[in-house]
């Protein structure tokens, strides 16, 4: 779980960063023990619907949200807010 933790974590900070409004970044990280995880990553950026990835296209970047989908038990966003969370489970 960690290893995947610390995957998703980079990447929706770098997201943060990289399009956020320049503002704090919020990591909240919750643990009901070894068997489940929950991880926020908060900015003040203007928000986003998320959109479902083309798995056919090759382009780098825009893999993010893909592997956030693809390695969580479950995902969101806040309805028009950055506040993107996660839950991991092993």
């Known amino acids: 779980m960690v290893p995947d933790?610390?995957?998703?974590?980079?990447e929706l900070i770098t997201n943060s960063v990289k399009y956020?409004?320049?503002?704090?970044?919020?990591?909240e990280v919750v643990s009901d023990g070894s068997e489940h995880m929950r991880v926020e990553v908060i900015d003040d950026g203007e928000g986003f619907v998320p959109v479902a990835r083309d798995r056919d296209r090759t382009e780098v970047g825009g893999w993010g949200l893909h592997m956030v989908e693809s390695l969580s038990e479950r995902?969101?966003?806040?309805?028009g807010s950055t506040h993107v969370w996660f839950e991991l489970a092993r």
Do not use: R
């Open 75 to 79: 995902w969101g966003v806040h309805e």
């Open 5 to 10: 933790a610390k995957l998703l974590v980079s």
């Open 20 to 27: 956020g409004s320049g503002g704090p970044v919020t990591l």
